[in-house]
Every structure is written in C-alpha cells, then in structure tokens.
C-alpha cells in the first residue's frame, strides 16, 4: 500500500488487489449460513468494493487531520520520535472517535 498524503484520491491498493478483497468478503458473505445476498454477487462485489474505497478515504482523511494536529503544535515535533508517535496516536483516535467509526 502506498500513502499519497496530499492527494484526494484513496490509499492506493491497486485495482487487482482491490477486486481481490471485495470479492473475497462476498464470497465469505455468501458461505454464510444466516446472510442470504438480495442482489446478484457481482452487484454485492462492487458494493463492497464502493464502501473499502469509502472507508479507506475516511481513514486518509483521519490520518492527515491527526498529522495536520501535530504540525500545529508551537514547536516543531519530528515525525519518527516518541513524542511524534504518541500524539499521533492519540489525535488519530479523537479523530476516529469523532467519525463514529
């Protein structure tokens, strides 16, 4: 996966990987004994495959708000050093708190 922090484009996966995955959660969805699919299973695939983008985009925006966070503070904090780790993880938390996710 590679991080492309000023774009708004999603974390890119590449599309192979992408299809992979959704069609791996509907297949798992499918074997399941209580989910019965109401659509056809590509039309689920490509839902699934719509909320991983949404999702992932969701979880950009959350990183680069926590980084944005960081780089407010008066004095300069380097990325890599404890300091920099610890609030990150914790206005990266604020932030999923705050999205509900």
Do not use: F
């Not at 791996?24 to 969805?29: C, S, W």
């Not at 985009?57 to 980084?67: G, V």
């Not at 966070?69 to 604020?94: A, C, F, H, M, V």
Request: net charge positive; no cysteine.
């Amino acid at each position: 996966m590679r991080v492309d922090i000023k774009s708004e484009e999603p974390y890119r996966i590449s599309r192979d990987k992408m299809n992979v995955l959704a069609r791996n959660i509907t297949e798992a969805l499918e074997a399941m004994e209580n989910v019965k699919l109401l659509k056809e299973k590509n039309s689920v695939r490509l839902e699934v495959r719509r909320l991983l983008e949404e999702l992932l985009l969701q979880e950009k925006r959350i990183d680069q708000e926590a980084r944005r966070k960081i780089e407010s503070q008066r004095r300069t904090i380097l990325e890599g050093s404890q300091e920099w780790d610890i609030l990150y993880r914790k206005y990266y938390n604020e932030e999923v708190k705050k999205h509900g996710i």
